[in-house]
Structure formats: C-alpha cells, structure tokens
C-alpha cells in the first residue's frame, strides 16, 4: 500500500509536469492526499484527468458568483478549486451556490472541505445523485461508496451550514445540572495544593 506521502508527492509532481504552476501543484498534491485519507479515488480520478488534459479544452472561471454555469466546456476542478478557495470572503455571504458542467468533480471536493474548515461550516455538496457532507476538513460523509471515475456531473449545489447545536437549551440545562454533581467546594487545603500555590521554593 502506498503511504500518504507518497501520494502526496507523486501527485505534486505529476500536476507540475502536465503543466500547472508549483503553487497549484502544492494544492493538488495536498487534495490528493485527502481524498485518499477519506477513502475517495482521488489518484484514480487525477490520473484519467490528466490523460485527457492536453486533448481537450477546459473552463476557467474568475469570479465565483451564486449560479455559475459553463454551456459548451466543462469547468476545469483544479482551477474551478483554486478559485474557490481564493474566494472565501465571498462564499461564506452567498451562503448557496450552483455550478453547472464541471470536469471530474471529485477533484474540486477536497478544496471544498478545506473551505470548511477555514471558514468553521459544515458544507452541504451535491453532485448529481452523489452527496457529500464536509466536516471541517476532518471528515466526509457520503452516499458515495464506489471506487469509481466520475468524468462529468451537469451540476454542483453547495449549501453553507450554521453551526446550530444538536440539542435544545433544556436537554443542555438537564445535563448541566448532572454534571453539578461533581463540583467539589473550594476548601483552603484545596487552595495550598493548588498548582503554582506552595508555600516552599523548591527553586
């Protein structure tokens, strides 16, 4: 098996080589490394995109706004990406956003967890039937469960979470009042044993 390392460097070099900045490479060797820490394809889908790099033409975008759509080409993921991440000020207002015809997206997705972990939101990514939830860039829950190839989606919906708590002020409040239970008063034996409270130098 092949370490993250490795991956991590191989994809690096390899994005380089197919004629992408070293900056963009850095990016992509990181996103590749993620993608395959989560258990995604992502080398598989890097491999096939850059076989098909040079021979056909791919869309850039400048700047990211609540509907972005490309008719005739398909979106480039990695710029699509960098983008993306350049833009964050931006995303965090618009709250949803749409793309539509974008290249082998799971190359976009790891750029979108690192998004939220940036910004501290969940974010909600549909491709198509596939759904992905990010989790601050620690984890990506997904009905996605093949170790497939995806070329090409017609769209991308992404919704931006609140962070809203799971439970409700009484669930907290009847807990809290558990966990008082464990509260030891403050006695002056407490205070001298206290860190930083000797009485004696040992200095």
């Known amino acids: 098996m092949r370490s993250l390392s490795e ?80 833009q964050i000020n931006l995303i965090s207002e618009i709250k949803e956003i749409k793309f539509i015809n974008v290249a082998y997206p799971l190359l976009f997705l790891p750029f979108v967890s690192r998004v939220s ?9 549909k491709m198509d039937q596939n759904e992905f939830l990010l989790n601050f860039n620690q984890s990506i829950n997904s009905n996605f469960l093949k170790n497939d190839i995806i070329k090409q989606v017609n769209k991308i919906d992404l919704i931006l979470y609140e962070n809203d708590n799971t439970f409700n002020n009484s669930e907290w409040e009847e807990l809290y009042k558990l966990s008082e239970d464990t509260f030891v008063e403050e006695s002056n034996s407490s205070k001298l044993n206290a860190a ?8």
């Open 117 to 125: 972990e940036i910004i501290g939101k969940r974010i909600f990514l």
């Open 7 to 86: 991956i991590d460097t191989t994809a690096k070099r390899a994005t380089k080589a197919i004629g992408y900045s070293w900056g963009i490479a850095e990016e992509v060797g990181k996103n590749i490394r993620l993608l395959e820490l989560f258990g995604l394809p992502g080398l598989k889908n890097l491999n096939d995109f850059f076989k098909v790099y040079k021979k056909k033409q791919f869309q850039t975008i400048g700047l990211i706004n609540k509907v972005n759509e490309s008719n005739k080409i398909s979106y480039c993921p990695i710029t699509l990406g960098i983008n993306f991440l350049d």
């Open 196 to 203: 930083g409270a000797g009485l004696i130098d040992n200095d």
